[in-house]
């Protein structure tokens, strides 16, 4: 059964600041490897510029909870909120599909490790 909103809220809320941050980096680059299905294949151009802004703007927003992880600083959002952007509330469900996928996906290399 896939993930949903409450199940990746759950996981990132029992990790320390550091396992967050180390699990937020690997999930950061899963977002550039899925992004890439938004690109023309073997071509300079992008076939899926929704895709590609979503995965964007919701890399942007893990990348600033990393540094207010790895900084101990201000800023740092809750599981909650993390999840919201995670699961692509108000976004196109492409994106959820993927960006949930590349959660998944993530988490069980992780966990492996």
Not at 84 to 93: A, F, H
């Amino acid at each position: 059964m896939p993930l949903n909103q409450k199940d990746c809220e759950k996981v990132l809320a029992e990790m320390t600041p550091e396992r967050q941050a180390q699990f937020l980096a690997r999930l950061g680059h899963m977002y550039t490897v899925y992004g890439r299905d938004a690109y023309e294949f073997q071509g300079p151009g992008v076939t899926k510029p929704r895709l590609l802004r979503d995965f964007n703007e919701v890399h942007h927003r893990l990348y600033a909870q990393l540094g207010g992880l790895l900084t101990r600083g201000e800023g740092v959002f809750s599981p909650e909120v993390l999840a919201i952007w995670i699961c692509g509330e108000g976004r196109d469900e492409e994106f959820r599909v993927a960006s949930l996928d590349a959660f998944e996906r993530c988490l069980k290399n992780f966990n492996a490790a």
